[in-house]
């Protein structure tokens, strides 16, 4: 019997599995390892900057705020002090109450909220208030319902010695108010 210098064909299709598996593991640990190095950023370019120029009207502006505004005063010469008691006798005039609307209740949690809005269409500024918190116009905020919104003044109206003390009048802002 002539035998053939081939192996027999079971050993043939056993290595060949081997070799395909290696292959497809070998092709899929490199799938990912294969990616090519990203370039490195390029340099940002230094700028060159300068100091502006500072002309001497603006330096006998900047002394002029200085000294107006007193910086040293007490340290070198408390006699150029300015008459802190002069001005605490002047009566500060009042400032306008500032116009405010209610814009919305948040409800968060058990705790309610209330969006006032103030300023004018352009330039209006929301701000978030809780019961107790004191409103642009003075007054107190007392009570946060789902619709509206319960204000008292901060300090009563003076009442005679006379009469018992009266409790403040309540106003009530509605978020809708029926037209």
Known sequence: ?????????????????????????????????????RPPPATIPKETWELREIKPEDTKKLVEVLAARHPWAGFIDS???????????????????????LAGIV????????LIATGQAAQTKIEYRRVGDSLPDGSIL???????????PATPP?????????????????????K
Do not use: C, H
């Open 158 to 178: 003076p009442s005679s010695d006379d009469t018992p003390p009266e409790t403040p009048e309540t106003r009530v802002y509605r978020l809708f108010d029926k």
């Open 142 to 152: 007392v009570q946060i319902l789902p619709d509206s919104a319960k204000t008292q």
């Open 79 to 101: 006699s150029r002090r300015p008459d802190q008691r002069r001005n605490a006798a002047r009566p500060q005039p009042k400032a306008p109450p500032t116009p405010w609307r």
């Open 107 to 114: 409800q968060r949690g058990d705790e309610s909220f209330a």
């Open 1 to 37: 019997m002539n035998r053939s210098a081939l192996p027999p064909r079971r050993i043939v299709i056993r290595l060949g599995a081997v070799v395909l598996v290696a292959a497809a593991g070998a092709v899929v640990l490199g799938w990912g390892a294969g990616e090519t190095p």
